[in-house]
């Protein structure tokens, strides 16, 4: 699905309100990734998501939105046996030639510049404890100014995948109303290449591979993170739908019912299989449950029955849990936000559940009542997005973020490390009136 041609007075307004409460969710994400991080990180970390959403917002005013475009506007396609693929807009650099009136083009250079600063967070949680300040704001310009706007052009501004519509068997072509994809799991491939190319934290895994407890500092800040995510999650949801799906003003409260509602299964259902395999509820895991459970909703929050809502924040929430524990103990992925899990595997699941449970009857008449089945082949058109994710963006984000590595290293020297973020890179910590640890102990 892509931009909607024309939007009424009160869907624009209502449109520019739910895009005003997304900054909201960069802070919930800032201070979810500072709780889970360490003592000595902390003030670092809030200033690298300071710095992260300002060099994302401003890459993409640059050039990224030229990348992305809008629907019907000006592009590059590909030809194969005589159709035209659109793969990349042509539009003007620094948002000129667009109207700043409120028309659906100018609300989607707003929404994708608040949203890309939510992406660039992701990789951040995956990456703390270790990531220099610059190293990653020049990550940042990759992700904002190409990787994201790529994507998002496929999905949301006519590009190829939105245009599967088109073939038989693919029902309405790859849909994401909300960005579980071209945010959530852009956010996490790039999280999954710099938790690789960074490598575990010192004292992460002992001498024989087996990963060591580093629990976050900070569950308050958790906690606060993930109500403010919430709202930003309601207006994030509620914007592209407006925008990229096709729902009206009154959809939007269903929007936001079945965003708090996967949100809640997901982190009920995080904090029930802590609760039965530990003895007790884990407090992380349960925030990334809570998380998950929004970045799974996305995608089909306009077009899903608050029932089924729940079911896939609830599958969302298990998924997490697991993942995060696959991840550590298995692939040897250092994540200590969760990142890689909460915002990719539960983002990937969100896609998929499109094609499950996805109703999509005309605006003002969807869900009313017996909800229509799905439409045919749905499910195949989510395959194929989710493939792209996999096996191009992935390799992509992986390839830019290594060529910057060799001429830019991303990680902090082992002194850095020890003496913690705060310390090496700021000169200050975060909490001067106490004493936060060091990591002698640790076993390398």
């Known amino acids: 699905m ?3 041609p024309a939007l009424s007075d009160i869907a624009a307004l209502l449109c520019l309100l739910s895009i005003l409460l997304v900054p909201v969710a960069v802070a919930g994400l800032s201070l979810i990734n500072t709780g889970l991080g360490r003592s000595r990180s902390a ?34 396609q590909f030809f194969i046996n005589g159709r035209g693929w659109n793969w ?9 030639r667009i109207d700043l009136d409120g028309s659906p083009a100018s609300l989607a250079a707003l929404l ?10 992701i990789p951040l949680g995956a990456s703390s404890d270790r990531w220099r300040l610059g190293a990653a704001c020049a990550s940042t310009v990759l992700l904002a100014g190409w990787t994201f706007p790529l994507f998002a052009h496929w999905v949301w501004g006519g590009g190829w995948l939105a245009q599967l519509s088109g073939l038989d068997g693919l029902g309405h072509g790859f849909v994401d109303a909300g960005g579980s994809s071209a945010i959530q799991v852009v956010g996490a491939l790039t999280a999954l290449s710099m938790a690789w190319i960074l490598g575990p934290r010192r004292g992460k895994y002992t001498v024989e591979g087996m990963p060591s407890a580093i629990p976050g500092h900070n569950s308050v800040l958790v906690s606060l993170g993930c109500i403010l995510a919430l709202i930003g999650w309601i207006g994030l949801n509620s914007a592209g739908a ?13 929007i936001a019912m079945n965003t708090f509602l996967s949100a809640a299964a997901a982190g009920l259902m995080a904090a029930a299989i802590t609760r039965v395999r530990f003895a007790k509820p884990d407090a992380s895991l349960t925030a990334n449950g809570w998380v998950g459970g929004l970045a799974a909703s996305s995608a089909a929050c306009a077009f899903v029955v608050p029932a089924e809502a729940v079911v896939i924040g609830g599958i969302a929430g298990a998924l997490v849990v697991f993942s995060v524990e696959w991840f550590e103990l298995r692939l040897g992925v250092d994540d200590p936000a969760g990142a890689i899990s909460v915002h990719g595997v539960a983002g990937l699941w969100g896609i998929l559940a499109v094609g499950f449970f996805a109703n999509f009857a005309p605006p003002g008449t969807a869900l009313n009542g017996q909800a229509s089945p799905t439409a045919s082949g749905q499910w195949l058109a989510q395959l194929v997005g989710i493939a792209t994710l996999i096996g191009f963006v992935l390799p992509l984000t992986y390839g830019l973020n290594w060529l910057l590595n060799r001429f830019y290293p991303q990680r902090v020297s082992p002194e850095g490390e020890r003496q913690g973020m705060d310390l090496y890179e700021l000169g200050a910590g975060a909490y001067p009136d106490f004493m936060t640890h060091g990591d002698d102990f640790s076993q390398r």
């Open 43 to 76: 003030s670092h970390m809030m200033l690298s998501s300071l710095c992260l959403a300002s060099v994302a917002a401003l890459i993409y005013f640059a050039f990224g939105f030229a990348w992305q475009g809008s629907a019907g506007g000006p592009s590059y």
């Open 112 to 121: 994708g510049m608040v949203s890309v600063a939510l992406a660039a967070l």
């Open 88 to 96: 990349i807009a042509t539009g003007s650099f620094f948002f000129r």
């Open 242 to 254: 407006l925008l990229f799906a096709g729902a009206t003003p009154g959809t939007t409260v269903r």
């Open 2 to 4: 892509t931009l909607s």
